[in-house]
Nanobody
């Protein structure tokens, strides 16, 4: 059974930083692509960033230069370092293993105050 557990969300002022973690079990995610998504109230879930098994990364234009995805294969954990946060980054953030289907965590709330 695949399980993903996100942590590290919270309330931060604009310009601040947060680091999200995603601990995976039941699947060795280093063989798959890992992604971070977010969903703001009333909006569709959107892809923020992903990292492939080979370490190639891709970022949404809205977070380029501010967010960094990384992973620790030994710990089966992925990270999202978020710097220079803006109020528009406020959302529930989800990690996902992108395999034959998407596996999802429960999400962690990130709130950025102006």
């Amino acid at each position: 059974q695949v399980q993903l557990v996100e942590s590290g969300g919270g309330l931060v002022q604009a310009g601040g930083s947060l680091r999200l973690s995603c601990a995976a079990s039941g699947m060795t995610f280093w063989r798959n692509t890992m992604g971070w998504y977010r969903q703001a109230p009333g909006e569709q879930r959107e892809l923020v960033t992903l990292i492939t098994s080979g370490g190639t990364t891709n970022y949404a234009d809205s977070v380029k230069g501010r967010f960094t995805i990384s992973k620790d294969n030994a710990r089966n954990t992925a990270y999202l370092q978020m710097n220079s946060l803006k109020p528009e980054d406020t959302a529930v953030y989800y990690c996902s293993i992108i395999a034959s289907r998407n596996y999802w965590g429960q999400g962690t709330q990130v709130t950025v105050s102006s």
